[in-house]
């Protein structure tokens, strides 16, 4: 059994069906759903506002691998728009697998490009750290520490600052 903690965002067209539609793609393994933030691009500036929030999901039977692979499909299934020569650039869904604990609650690390865990930059995103606070205020990035010293200190105060909650947004309802 392994739980895990999926990031979503959307900066293209109906944002917010977006993120509902990858949630409802997960409804069977779904636990907690963070709310929903409104962000500024990280990484390339010369973009949309992003919609962030994150998941915790569980599975008895899922193996690391397979969240890479759940992620993608909810991708796949959306038909995700993206521009592929922007590393960082817009796109209508991203789900990123940002932590995955095994089934004795402990952190998997792991170096592999196709599946780095945790989130090789989940450490310098806000957008992915201040909704998981949300589901877990007790959570912890596994190497980096507690979320609340994450989003507290440089680099990511002034980020975590720049981020706007929007509680008129919710995950619940498929639209
Ligand atoms: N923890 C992870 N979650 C999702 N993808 C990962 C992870 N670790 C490695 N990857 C790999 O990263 C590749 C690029 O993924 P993707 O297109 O979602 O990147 P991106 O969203 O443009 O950038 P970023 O990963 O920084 O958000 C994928 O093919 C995937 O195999
Ligand atoms: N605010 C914000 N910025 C981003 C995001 C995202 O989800 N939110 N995803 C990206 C893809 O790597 C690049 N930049």
Wanted: net charge negative.
């Amino acid at each position: 059994m392994t739980r895990a903690v999926l990031s979503l965002g959307s900066n293209l067209g109906d944002r917010l069906g977006e993120l509902r539609r990858a949630v409802a793609a997960l409804r069977d393994v779904l636990v907690l759903t963070s709310g929903v933030y409104e962000t500024p691009p990280w990484g390339d500036p010369d973009q949309p506002a992003y919609l962030n929030a994150v998941v915790l999901v569980v599975d008895p039977a899922a193996g690391p691998r397979d969240w890479l692979t759940r992620a993608r499909a909810v991708e796949d299934a959306a038909g995700r728009v993206r521009d592929p020569a922007r590393r960082y650039g817009p796109r209508s869904i991203d789900v990123d697998v940002v932590t995955v604990w095994d089934d004795r609650d402990e952190p998997v690390l792991r170096d592999d490009p196709e599946l780095t865990l945790p989130h090789p930059r989940a450490h310098l995103r806000a957008f992915v750290l201040r909704p998981w606070l949300d589901i877990q205020p007790y959570g912890r990035l596994p190497g980096h520490g507690w979320l609340t010293d994450l989003l507290n200190a440089a680099p990511l105060a002034d980020d975590a600052v720049a981020l706007r909650p929007r509680p008129d947004m919710t995950l619940e309802s498929t639209g």
